[in-house]
């Protein structure tokens, strides 16, 4: 030890100069894994950008005829489990007479409407099985056409309003790469009988006089009379069976098993709502948000997470118990920026079913970074920072401050968090 004490004391600055040294290298290393994990965590926030597209891209289909475009996706690695869109198409020329989704999605139509020759049909695909959905050519949805008139036009996914996506796993809305979908359709008429062409009569000598049986080649060869070919009737094109383009009311699936215990919420949001007219937002930026539920037997609790959906008005959501008992329990929900709120009533849980629950108001503001189930000053001040832009307003903390879901953090978000106040706390 004293030899080593020596050699520290006559080596003291070439040592001290090493250490240094090798701390002064080590610096960048250090600075690039942080910024390489914050890379990392920020991918795993927001999610790998997707792509959309139709297949074919492009398609010549005759007049009368029906004719298939395939929405294909590409979830680069996130599972998708949700698309709210709107399909784009010019009535005059087509007519969407049929829908089939993945075998995994639940497809809900949702309203539509019409801007001069457009028509605007809104597509909701929700995935509430078990089942991920993620791939590089993952077939979303099947429409059928009807081709009715000729000219060559777009058939869009999602042009003129914003396609959502939602992921398990990933707070907010999945970006997409570039346009969604177009596929460029022209439609032909084959059928069309030509016109035939007059030959006109030539002036000039006197056309002989044609006796019957005179065989002096006075007699003109008659002209045989056209028979018109009738117009074919085309062929529809063979394809899978797709179901009818008409309103449909979602229904859990997969079944439930019969040990299997179930619930379906459904809940809304101030600010979020139909009555546009009363100020109501009915067009949240995310259509699908993250929910806690907790389900309540004494002191035994049971937490389960999942993401419910906007759907005319509420969201609403349908959960897989799994094999707990069959009887009354006391139910807790709440979602990202919310207080916790109990149900008014028992819910009487049932084997292989989703016991529906009544639909509760939640009370929204909780949107400090402690999410501590409780309106205070801190949520004020986090309110105040992004109404003013300032630094401390996060993404995060900006997501959770726009509370009615416009995009935009604003005097509207100030007003709602006020009304909470007067509910302080949660259940």
Do not use: W
């Not at 080590?26 to 914050?38: E, G, M, T």
């Not at 062929?235 to 040990?259: D, I």
């Not at 609403?316 to 006391?330: C, D, F, Q, R, T």
């Amino acid at each position: 030890m004293e030899k080593i004490i020596e050699f520290y004391k006559t080596h003291k600055r070439p040592i001290t100069l090493a250490a240094l040294g090798i701390l002064v290298l080590s610096i960048p290393i250090i600075v690039s894994q942080v910024l390489k994990q914050q890379d990392i965590r920020q991918r795993a926030s927001t999610g790998a950008p997707v792509t959309l597209s139709f297949s074919p891209s492009s398609k010549t289909v005759n007049k009368g005829e029906d004719f298939e475009l395939t929405l294909t996706m590409d979830t680069k690695g996130n599972d998708i489990s949700a698309i709210d869109g709107v399909l784009e198409y010019n009535s005059t020329k087509f007519e969407l007479i049929g829908t089939k989704a993945h075998e995994s999605y639940t497809l809900i139509d949702g309203a539509n409407s019409q801007q001069s020759t457009t028509r605007l049909q809104r597509i909701i695909l929700i995935n509430q099985t078990s089942t991920p959905i993620s791939g590089e050519n993952v077939n979303v949805v099947i429409f059928k056409f009807k081709a009715l008139d000729t000219g060559s036009m777009a058939i869009a996914f999602s042009h003129q309003v914003a396609v959502k996506i939602a992921a398990s796993g990933i707070s907010g809305n999945i970006p997409v790469t570039g346009l969604p979908g177009v596929a460029n359709i022209t439609v032909v008429d084959t059928n069309t009988t030509p016109t035939p062409t007059l030959t006109p009569t030539v002036t000039g000598n006197p056309t002989p006089t044609c006796t019957p049986g005179d065989f002096n080649g006075n007699c003109p060869t008659p002209t045989p009379t056209l028979t018109p070919t009738p117009t074919a009737t085309p062929t529809p094109t063979s394809g899978p069976s797709v179901t009818p383009t008409t309103p449909k009311t979602p229904t859990p699936t997969p079944v439930l098993g019969q040990n299997d215990v179930g619930i379906k919420i459904e809940y809304t949001l101030p600010g979020i709502g139909t009555n546009t007219s009363g100020g109501q937002n009915n067009n949240p930026q995310a259509f699908g948000r993250n929910t806690e539920i907790e389900v309540i037997d004494g002191d035994a609790i049971l937490a389960k997470e999942t993401v419910a959906f906007y759907i005319n008005g509420k969201y609403e959501a349908s959960v897989n118990l799994g094999p707990i008992p069959a009887k009354p329990y006391l139910v807790k929900i709440r979602t990202t920026n919310s207080l916790r709120k109990v149900l008014p009533v028992i819910v009487n849980l049932a084997k292989a079913v989703y016991t529906p629950t009544s639909t509760v108001e939640l009370i929204t503001g909780d949107i400090d970074s402690a999410h501590d189930n409780e309106l205070n000053l801190a949520d004020y001040n986090a309110m105040l920072d992004c109404t003013n832009s300032r630094d401390n307003c996060t993404a995060a903390i900006k997501s959770r401050a726009d509370i009615n879901d416009d995009g935009l953090v604003d005097s509207i978000d100030l007003s709602i968090l006020y009304t909470g106040f007067s509910r302080r706390k949660g259940d």
